[in-house]
Nanobody
Framework: QVQLEESGGGLVQAGGSLRLSCAPS????????MGWFRQAPGKEREFVGA????????LYADSVKGRTTISRANAKNTVYLQMNSLAPEDTAVYYC????????????????????WGQGTQVTVSS
């Protein structure tokens, strides 16, 4: 059974930072593009960013660009989401996802572009 597990969520004050981790189990994801999405209550799942298998390509949503970095350590089979200057509107459940197909700047922005998903981790930003 392939699983992705996110960690690092919690309560953060506005202006603070957090780093989420995503560690797959059941197989290695070093050849997969990885994405991060988030979903706030009552809203659709929203693209945050994505990184290709080697880390040479990345893409970010406008809402987080400039304060967010996605990185990966394939030797550790782990992907990271670093977010700075957090605001209450960043409050959501954050999900990591793995894409087995080749990098596509359009498809990596969409939930349908991914094959595996984690259960999500809650991030709450207090004002």
């Amino acid at each position: 059974q392939v699983q992705l597990e996110e960690s690092g969520g919690g309560l953060v004050q506005a202006g603070g930072s957090l780093r989420l981790s995503c560690a797959p189990s059941g197989r290695t994801f070093s050849s997969y593009a990885m994405g991060w999405f988030r979903q706030a209550p009552g809203k659709e799942r929203e693209f945050v960013g994505a990184i290709n298998w080697s880390g040479s390509l990345s893409l970010y949503a406008d809402s987080v660009k400039g304060r967010t970095t996605i990185s990966r350590a394939n030797a550790k089979n782990t992907v990271y989401l670093q977010m700075n200057s957090l605001a209450p509107e960043d409050t959501a459940v954050y999900y990591c996802a793995a894409r087995g197909s080749s990098w596509d700047y359009f498809e990596v922005r969409l939930p349908r572009g991914y094959d595996y998903w984690g259960q999500g981790t809650q991030v709450t930003v207090s004002s």
